[in-house]
């Protein structure tokens, strides 16, 4: 048929002329900027990576899910002198958040719990979980910068899934310095050397939740916005209600569905030479982190779903675009449109703190209004990874933006001055 035709000649023209022939093939017939537009983001890329601030970007821009821009550049290993590629992978850290929150609402959609099941059902720890609230009036602890005298509290209300999915729940990454100490006693936390790295961990993901019970928490249930380890039980928690490993759930739900062959938990061996070096951007530019073997070869023993995946720019954006077409992709129907609405608009009113002064969903930060400073339409969604990657979906631009590296600590001002030009390409072009 005439689709089928036209990817066979887009993937022949691809193969023979490169991505410029692809960029003007997708332009045909679509609204918007064009394509030779686009490239203006190349220039913002470059510098970068010639001033030795990033070692490589993979970036990659869909409308209506043809891609109008695709661009590597740099290295996936600086050392190796191996260039990044379309195909390069990437440690995705924090985007495996959405998937864990798609595979829940699937279950959801199943009926197998709701928003307002407790959590301590799955895993009773939590129903005895303890709040840590500051003393009132008490002086900060000598040497102990930023921590005051806390009190444990009982919870005043139940755990629930709808908390997990909204990161309302009190469960924080163990960072603040009033609870820090009992994070790392536990091996969470600080211990780990970064907060979220529980892939790193030699127990289950259930496991590891479990003992996520007795830790405090940093607020009362519902009170707050705290970036944590909800989705982590999340996972656990899909695992214990579909009798699957989340890898699997993962793979026949979702990923196999999609087409998105190279995102897995771990690198096959025959797959290893496409994965992206991470680098410290704290030390010599040439200084590999420690992240380069802990997703090779084999699969982790913890299946973190809220850090665990590796992916690339097309396998990610697939998925994406599967959300931003209300949860049907090529005739495939993964979640309903209410389902991708709970995802896609504000839960948390405004106890969201982000630096949009949006919101965020199930999964998903929600752009404010736009500003100069944050020049994101309103109603844009999307997330971050703490190695250097990111993306957001312009539901109204049919737009989705993918900008992935490899650096820790990220850095921010790529991202800023890259969504500042494209701002700027779809104001004067669309």
């Not at 043809?66 to 002198?81: H, L």
């Not at 139940?158 to 309302?168: E, F, R």
Request: proline share 6%; hydrophobic share 35%.
């Amino acid at each position: 048929d005439l689709e089928k035709a036209k990817s066979r000649a887009v993937s022949f023209f691809r193969k023979l002329f490169g991505t410029a022939a692809l960029l003007v093939i997708a332009a045909l017939g679509c609204n918007g900027p064009s394509s030779k537009q686009f490239l203006r983001l190349n220039a913002v890329i470059d510098p970068f990576i010639a001033e030795g601030k990033v070692p490589g970007v993979v970036a990659l821009i869909l409308r209506d899910g043809k891609p109008v821009y695709e661009y590597a550049a740099g290295w996936a290993d600086w050392d190796a002198r191996r260039p990044m590629t379309m195909d390069t992978i990437f440690r995705v850290a924090s985007h495996t958040k959405a998937l864990t929150t798609v595979a829940a609402l699937m279950l959801i959609e199943e009926g197998k719990f709701s928003p307002e099941t407790p959590v301590g059902k799955f895993l009773p720890n939590f129903y005895y979980a303890r709040v840590a609230q500051p003393i009132e009036g008490a002086p900060p602890i000598p040497d102990k910068p930023g921590k005051r005298p806390t009190k444990l509290v009982r919870l005043e209300r139940h755990i629930t899934i709808h908390h997990l999915l909204t990161h309302t729940s009190g469960i924080s990454y163990g960072v603040h310095p009033d609870i820090a100490d009992d994070f790392k006693k536990r091996g969470f936390g600080a211990f780990l050397g970064h907060a979220w790295y529980i892939t790193g961990r030699n127990d289950t993901i259930c496991e590891a939740s479990a003992k996520l019970g007795r830790l405090p928490l940093k607020a009362q249930p519902g009170a707050r916005w705290i970036y944590g380890y909800g989705t982590d039980i999340l996972g656990c928690i899909v695992e214990k209600v579909s009798g699957m490993p989340l890898d699997e759930f993962f793979r026949k739900r979702i990923t196999d569905r999609l087409g998105m062959a190279d995102t897995h938990f771990y690198v096959e061996s025959r797959k290893k030479e496409r994965l992206a070096v991470v680098y410290d951007r704290l030390k010599d530019q040439n200084k590999r982190s420690a992240f380069q073997g802990a997703y090779v070869d084999t699969p982790p023993r913890n299946l973190s779903g809220g850090s665990g995946l590796v992916s690339t720019a097309h396998d990610y954006a697939r998925f994406l675009e599967m959300i931003r077409r209300g949860g049907e992709y090529d005739g495939e129907r993964y979640l309903k449109p209410e389902s991708i609405a709970l995802m896609t608009t504000n839960q948390v009113g405004a106890r969201y703190e982000g630096e949009n002064g949006g919101g965020f969903g199930y999964g998903f930060e929600i752009a404010g209004p736009k500003t100069p400073e944050y020049p994101q339409p309103q109603g844009a969604y999307g997330w971050y990874g703490i190695l250097g990657t990111f993306y957001r979906v312009y539901p109204k631009e049919r737009l989705v933006i993918i900008l992935y590296t490899q650096l820790f600590p990220r850095d921010n001002h790529l991202r800023g001055r890259f969504m500042s030009e494209l701002a700027d390409i779809l104001r004067k072009g669309g």
